[in-house]
């Protein structure tokens, strides 16, 4: 419910009571019957042609014994996934193009740009019993009104993994190259037999040795809040135009804002008896 | 909100070889029964969202027309912009049951030389118990059973050299990922 919609708002509960009270432990919630106008029922289902997903891998691995008990080696790994699950709604109507104005993240500075995009937003001009303040969303949009979102599983997605001793980066085709990536790792052990049937093993292992400063770029988007565009639905006077919602444009947009782990060491020993 | 899961697993699993001059079969199989009990209130309690809204200046009752607060000045004033609440049961069964077979032979080509090739088979089954079909949307509420999910391994090894030979060691293998129960709680 949308408190800023004039329906919504009758019903709107008061903070922080939720709309309706069902015990912690109840195995079902039923709505209020005031609440029968703003509910939608979401579908998940399974593709028609959906399959199981599955995983090429294919590696190399070539290993020498260089000096007595001290064995280099170097490994690839490539491993492809093909078939994989993705989550895509199919009762979305067909998306019209919109144009917005971008502000900055206060919202108050215009940035000078417009953004043309796919909305599924279609926007309603003319009051109805469901829209007595235009603007706003039609809520008849989707194919199916009287359903929310229909989750369709599919096997629609795909990934490829290129490894080498240990060093990889995953990739798609949809990807947002962020700042370089690289960790040299390393682990010595050393067994010492003492006796027939004890052994000790140390072992000192080291992740990130040259201790680099990796990066780390966050992006989020839970359908609300986005870190890349916050699409908010409130209205703009730009220039002489009316718009009905804009976009808010982060300053510092795929900036890294955090790093990951520095060098670390760890020593281990093994008493084998 | 409180949510617990109880998972009861049975695991099978059996293999056994057999050595020959130059050939190693190894032959096997598992069956793997789970059934889970999932209660999962998820926003059963409700889920309130302060974000940019228009209210009226004096009351801060939210307003078509008013004046525009940010998030946090909304949520001093417990002006929030969305409530979401979800209906419905709270407790799923996403039970399925897992098998598995596989064939391999390694052979001993050369002293230097070895190959390994074989065949694995894997099947996933869920249940529907507590599933439910939309009518407005038919193909809710069923599961999926792929039964040709036949995958080839094969491997390599080779030894290059006399003193502290060269190992070298390639593999190739179509492998059936398991579909993860979330996909049938839900």
């Not at chain 2, 040709?148 to 190739?172: C, D, K, M, Q, T």
Request: glycine share 6%; hydrophobic share 35%.
């Amino acid at each position: 419910m949308d408190n800023s919609k004039f329906y919504p708002r009758q019903v709107f509960p008061t903070y922080p009571n939720p709309a309706v009270s069902c015990a912690l432990t109840a195995t079902t919630c039923t709505p209020s019957a005031n609440l029968a106008g703003f509910l939608t029922s979401d579908v998940s289902a399974f593709a028609p042609n959906f399959r199981s997903p599955k995983v090429q891998q294919a590696s190399l691995n070539l290993e020498r014994e260089i000096v007595d008990r001290f064995a280099a080696g170097v490994s690839y790994l490539y491993v492809h996934g093909v078939d994989l699950i993705r989550a895509r709604d199919v009762n979305l109507p067909a998306p019209v193009n919109e144009v917005y104005p971008v502000y900055d993240d206060s919202g108050t500075n215009f940035l000078g740009t417009y953004d043309n995009v796919a909305s599924f937003s279609t926007w309603q001009f003319t009051p109805s019993i469901t829209c007595p303040f235009v603007p706003c969303i039609n809520p008849l949009v989707r194919p199916i009104p009287r359903l929310g979102a229909i989750n369709q599983f599919e096997s629609a997605a795909s990934s490829v993994y290129h490894g080498l001793t240990g060093v990889g980066a995953p990739s798609d085709a949809q990807r947002i190259l962020g700042p370089d990536y690289a960790s040299t790792d390393m682990r010595l052990t050393r067994r010492i037999y003492a006796g027939d049937h004890v052994k000790l093993e140390f072992m000192a292992e080291s992740f990130n040795l040259l201790n680099r400063d990796n990066k780390r770029v966050n992006s989020n988007d839970d359908g609300f809040l986005s870190s890349a565009a916050q699409f908010v639905q409130i209205d703009k006077l730009t220039g002489l135009n009316h718009f009905p919602a804009h976009f808010r444009q982060p300053t510092h947009l795929l900036s890294a804002t955090g790093a990951y782990a520095p060098r670390q060491v760890q020593l281990a020993l093994r008493l084998i008896f | 909100m409180p949510r617990r899961t109880r998972e009861h697993r049975l695991h099978v699993a059996e293999t056994f070889s057999l050595e020959g001059h130059r050939h190693s079969w190894k032959f096997g199989g598992d069956a793997l029964f789970t059934t889970i009990y999932n209660f999962f209130p998820s926003l059963f309690g409700g889920e309130y969202i302060f974000r940019d809204i228009k209210v009226n200046p004096s009351t801060f009752e939210p307003m078509l027309a008013g004046m525009e607060i940010t998030p946090l000045r909304a949520y001093t004033h417990q002006a929030a912009r969305y409530h979401i609440q979800n209906f419905g049961s709270t407790e799923s069964h996403p039970d399925t049951n897992e098998y598995s077979g596989f064939a391999q032979d390694t052979i001993r080509i050369t002293t230097r030389l070895a190959m390994s090739l074989g065949v694995r088979y894997d099947l996933q089954a869920f249940s529907t118990k507590g599933l439910v079909t939309n009518p407005l949307w038919p193909a809710s509420g069923k599961v999926p059973f792929d039964t040709n999910n036949f995958g080839p391994p094969v491997g390599l090894a080779y030894s290059l050299g006399e003193h502290r030979p060269l190992v070298i060691r390639a593999g190739y293998g179509l492998f059936y990922t398991r579909i993860p129960q979330l996909y049938t709680s839900t």
